[in-house]
């Protein structure tokens, strides 16, 4: 079993940044996949951007250019750099892992407020 421990969230004024971390522990081998997802309120959890082991990374268009996503295999953590953000991306973020032959093991999420 693999668990996630997120930081990094917290209240940014509009055009600000912020960078959430996500840590993996327990079983992290064969971990091929590792996402964000956000969910604001009444809202369905919905994919921000996502990192696998290939190298291919996508981006929700709503994020792309403003967002990055990244990994550091040695520390099996995965990173958002997330830049001039804006009240539409308030949200509870989560991260997401998936190990081969696994489901997906999701964070306990962290908030990130902008405020306009």
């Known amino acids: 079993q693999v668990q996630l421990v997120e930081s990094g969230g917290g209240l940014v004024q509009a055009g600000g940044s912020l960078r959430l971390s996500c840590a993996a522990s327990g079983s992290t081998f064969g971990i091929f996949y590792m996402g964000w997802y956000r969910q604001a309120p009444e809202k369905q959890r919905d994919l921000v951007a996502e990192?696998?082991?290939?190298?291919?990374?996508n981006y929700a268009d709503s994020v792309k250019g403003r967002f990055t996503i990244s990994r550091d295999n040695a520390k099996n953590t995965v990173y958002l750099e997330m830049n001039s953000l804006k009240p539409e991306d308030t949200a509870v973020y989560y991260c997401a892992v998936q190990r081969f032959g696994d489901v997906l093991s999701w964070g306990q999420g962290t908030q990130v407020t902008v405020s306009s």
């Open positions: 990192i696998r082991s290939s190298g291919t990374i």
